[in-house]
């Protein structure tokens, strides 16, 4: 009898750790990471929307919007649409790889990249950049010294404040090369971007937003056949010219190119355009923020009711700013009840939302053609 109860017992114990086993099993796997490139996200097109799809994204913040000045020197803090001023930097110091093309790579200047990625930064509207740009600052500032004297230079200097930056936006690279075979080899880069956002004052790192890291191949903005070269008799021939800066600064400047555009998309993710329906006549949305508020052209935005701190989705609708507020198209509807009160006060006259319930519109990612018109 002992013997039966104890395996019996013994039964029961395999029974539960195989149980919990199979639960850890269920919740969790493993998997490989992929070296591939990395690929810019674009937003889905309204038209593209099930309804399933229309749910309130990620990183969209509702509280404190009623306190938004947009007036860009005073604005308040608890605005939550407050661009913080920043100060960006471009680090290219990181060179590995063995054999051709080391030397080349290592000489790459990166002021451009700097003025690139400045430039890209200030026109998606989410941040105020303190430009590096100190050359053409001084040369302008020369100028206006010769053509209007210093008295009209001090006035002008003494109405506008110096930009403070609230944060750094610093990105680190890495860049590899490494090249394959003897008689005919090809130059195979690499480029890999980092992004940190710091709080210079407090020396802290900040987690948001996290972009992660991006990866581009040479392979993703030339063909290969373009970096492919011929030596003989261990002297360089035809083909590529892989010890030639110029010609390295050429691929790697398309490669950081890429490179930024993907930040952007990743950037346009996690910091959403919010803005606040302030009507819906029919189909068509009246929005009081536009490029002030970063709405970019052909934005996909959801629309959402906000009450108590619940949020239910309305619809879905594609948008176009002008620039201080926007019109937009509904193109969905969301299946619910909510929606279908709303969309009936739509269709006979003009639904206002009132002062107990709010609504606002929030975007989902970069839009469809935003950087094919950027290039």
């Known amino acids: ?25 269920v919740q969790t796997k493993m998997t490989k990471v992929s070296n591939r490139a990395s690929n810019a996200e674009i937003a889905k097109s309204a038209y593209e929307f099930s309804d399933s799809d229309i749910r ?7 509280q ?11 604005e308040n803090e608890g605005c939550p649409l407050k661009k ?81 930056p609230d944060y750094i936006v610093k990105l680190d690279s890495v860049r590899t090369v490494k090249n394959e075979g003897s008689i005919t080899s090809w130059m195979d880069y690499t480029l890999e971007l980092t992004s940190s956002v710091l709080n210079p004052y407090t020396r802290e790192k900040l987690s948001h937003p996290n972009l992660g890291k991006i990866r581009v191949k040479s392979e993703d903005v030339r063909e ?3 970096l492919k070269y011929i030596k003989a008799s261990n002297r360089y021939v035809s083909g590529f010219r892989y010890f030639d800066t110029a010609h390295v600064n050429a691929v790697i400047n398309d490669m950081a190119s890429r490179g930024i555009d ?32 970063g709405v970019l052209p052909n934005e996909t935005m959801i629309v959402f009711s906000y009450e108590g701190g619940f949020v239910e989705p309305i619809c879905v609708a594609n948008v176009t700013p002008s620039a201080n507020s926007s019109i937009g198209e509904i193109i969905r509807w969301k299946d619910n009840d909510l929606a279908d009160e709303i969309k009936d006060k739509a269709e006979n006259g003009i639904y206002r939302p009132d002062s107990n319930i709010k609504v606002f519109a929030v975007s989902v990612g970069t839009p469809q053609g935003f950087l094919e018109k950027r290039t």
């Open 1 to 25: 009898m002992k013997l039966v109860k104890h395996i019996t017992l013994s039964l029961l114990t395999v029974a539960l750790l195989a149980s919990c086993q199979s639960d850890k099993a």
């Open 56 to 62: 309130v994204p990620s990183y969209f913040d509702t």
């Open 64 to 74: 404190g919007l009623n306190l938004c000045s947009f007036d860009a020197n005073n």
């Open 84 to 164: 913080p001023v920043v100060r960006m930097y471009f680090d290219v110091a990181r060179v590995k790889g063995e054999g051709e093309g080391v030397e080349a790579l290592s000489s790459f200047e990166d002021q451009q990249l700097l003025l690139m990625l400045e430039n890209q930064f200030a026109g998606i509207n989410r941040f105020r950049i303190v430009t590096r740009d100190d050359a053409v600052v001084s040369k302008e500032q020369q100028i206006y010294l010769e053509q209007q004297g210093a008295k009209a230079l001090a006035e002008r200097v003494s109405q506008q404040q110096v930009l403070k």
């Open 224 to 226: 290969r056949s373009e």
């Open 262 to 293: 993907i930040l952007l998309t990743r950037m346009l993710t996690e910091m959403p355009a919010t803005t606040q329906v302030m009507g819906i006549k029919g189909n068509q949305l009246s929005l009081d923020r536009g490029q002030n508020a």
